[in-house]
Structure formats: structure tokens, C-alpha cells
């Protein structure tokens, strides 16, 4: 499948890819770095105090940002970092902080949260809704891989250590739960590590194997359909992009490599025509 490297910095720990429908630009974080990046016809970044880790959009100028200590407002057509906080997390920012997040189709917002050290059973996701912050999962270690079925009747997390994606039935009406969550896909006996997702116009969700240098793509009833290796050992997040909504953008981490970083680690990674996306909905504020 045709791919490039996207040329930018190499990152840390690139995360939260999201393509902005009406902008029509690419934005990503590297989390320990504290960066924010925008790619469109030349590339921008924001270097902030705190680290960001998921992204949503509001309208062309405002975007929200889940920083380590909660939820932010920030005017993506500004060169200034100045953040406005909308709400923050119940925790201490010196052991907790964001981790992988979505806006969902009811205008809310699924963000995660773990322990710094990774304490098993510490990852938490919380729902930002009509101004709210709800837990809505606990339990969890490494929360990941938050995404929405294009039909509004499913919602997508998964737990990386466990080497599990869960599923969870939604009222089609305010996105609660209709339902406990039930596994989706269950990869620990070939001991695969889950990453970041993304649903596509065709209900089916696209992720990557944090390690294995693979995105995978499974349908709706949690059958493999494709498995596409990558030159990047550590991808971590994919988002549907571009024009038509048909590129797949990969980020992915340089973390802990050392000697065995390749040119393709900590980079943005551009596969095209790989499927067709759906636009990511807007958080209501």
C-alpha cells in the first residue's frame, strides 16, 4: 500500500491524531514533549506547561485539548498558548494525567485517564457532556482506543495490557449506556498490545499494535479483515485524512527505542487510499 513519511520533528510519544473537517488541517501531540503540531501546507506547533494527549474540535477557530489536568479550550488559529479551562479531572496531576480521547456523535467528549507509573487498575474514561464530567468506566490500566460506530449505536475502548477492545451499546438518543461492555476483541494469546482507533464510514474499526508495527482493521462483528505492517516499530494512533477522507494518518513513538529507532519512529506515517473515513463530529460547547 502506497505510504510516506510525513516530515516533522521526530516525536516522543506522537499521539491524538485528528483531521479537522472544516479547517481541512492535521493536528497531533507528543505527549511528553508538551507540543501540539498542525500540518497543513507547512507545519506549526504550540509548546505548552502541560502535556496534551487527545484533541476535539469546536468550529473553525476553537478546538478543546485534554491536557493532564483537565479540559481546555484553545483558539487553534492563534500563535499564542494561552488555554482556557473548561473543567478539570479529580486528580493529582503529579501521578495522573490524560491519555487517549474522542469526541462522540452527541457532542460530547470520552477522555481517559491513567497513573503515571501504570498502575493496574488506576485508567479511568470520563465523559465531558452538556458541561458535565461523568465517570463513566474505571478499572482500567491503559485506557485506549476510544472511537464511535458510524450509526451511533456503539462505543470502542480498549485496555492495552489486557490485549482486549470493548464494546459497549449506546442510546442512539444522548450516547449513555444502554448496556455493560462486552469484549470486542480479545488478541492476548498472541500477546498484541491495542493502541488508538478509528470507526469508518463502514463500521469498521482500524487500529494500531503498539510494538508490532501494525495497524489492523476489524469489521463490525470483530473479525480481522486486514493487517498492514508499517516501518514504524511503535505506531500508535490512526485517523482518516485528507480530501476525500481516504488517507490513513498513523502516529506513532520513539519512546524507548534507542538503538533500534528506525527513520519512520516518532514520525506521522501517510497511508494513502486506504479506506473511507467519516468526518470526526464536533464537541458541543
Not at 473548561?86 to 491513567?114: C, E, K, M
Request: hydrophobic content about 35%; proline content about 5%; overall charge negative.
Amino acid at each position: 500500500m502506497p505510504s510516506e513519511i510525513m516530515s516533522h520533528p521526530r516525536c516522543t510519544l506522537g499521539e491524538g491524531p485528528i483531521w479537522h473537517p472544516t479547517q481541512q488541517r492535521f493536528y497531533w501531540v507528543d505527549i511528553p514533549e508538551k507540543r501540539l503540531y498542525c500540518q497543513s501546507s507547512e507545519l506549526k506547533f504550540w509548546q505548552f506547561e502541560q502535556m496534551p494527549s487527545a484533541i476535539a474540535w469546536v468550529d473553525e477557530q476553537w478546538i478543546v485539548i485534554a491536557m493532564e489536568s483537565g479540559l481546555y479550550r484553545f483558539d487553534s488559529l492563534s500563535d499564542s498558548t494561552d488555554l482556557s479551562l473548561l473543567v478539570a479531572f479529580d486528580h493529582d496531576s503529579q501521578q495522573y494525567r490524560s491519555n487517549d480521547g474522542r469526541a462522540d456523535p452527541w457532542g460530547g467528549f470520552w477522555i481517559s485517564t491513567l497513573s503515571l507509573d501504570e498502575i493496574q487498575g488506576e485508567g479511568k474514561i470520563y465523559r465531558f457532556y452538556q458541561g458535565k464530567l461523568q465517570l463513566i468506566v474505571d478499572g482500567l490500566t491503559i485506557p485506549n482506543g476510544i472511537c464511535f460506530s458510524a450509526d451511533k449505536q456503539w462505543g470502542y475502548y480498549a485496555d492495552s495490557p489486557s490485549s482486549k477492545i470493548y464494546r459497549v451499546k449506546l442510546n442512539p438518543d444522548d450516547g449513555s449506556f444502554l448496556e455493560s461492555a462486552q469484549v470486542f476483541v480479545d488478541r492476548s494469546e498472541e500477546q498484541l498490545i491495542p493502541d488508538g482507533a478509528i470507526i469508518d464510514a463502514n463500521n469498521q474499526l482500524w487500529t494500531t499494535h503498539w510494538g508490532s508495527s501494525e495497524i489492523v482493521c476489524y469489521s463490525s462483528d470483530g473479525q480481522l479483515i486486514k493487517t498492514i505492517k508499517t516501518d514504524a516499530i511503535q505506531p500508535t494512533c490512526p485517523a482518516f485524512g485528507g480530501n476525500n477522507l481516504q488517507d490513513l494518518f498513523v502516529t506513532s513513538a520513539s519512546i524507548g527505542l534507542n538503538e533500534r529507532c528506525t527513520q519512520a519512529d516518532g514520525q506521522v506515517l501517510k497511508l494513502f487510499d486506504c479506506g473511507q473515513g467519516k468526518p470526526e463530529p464536533a464537541l458541543q460547547l
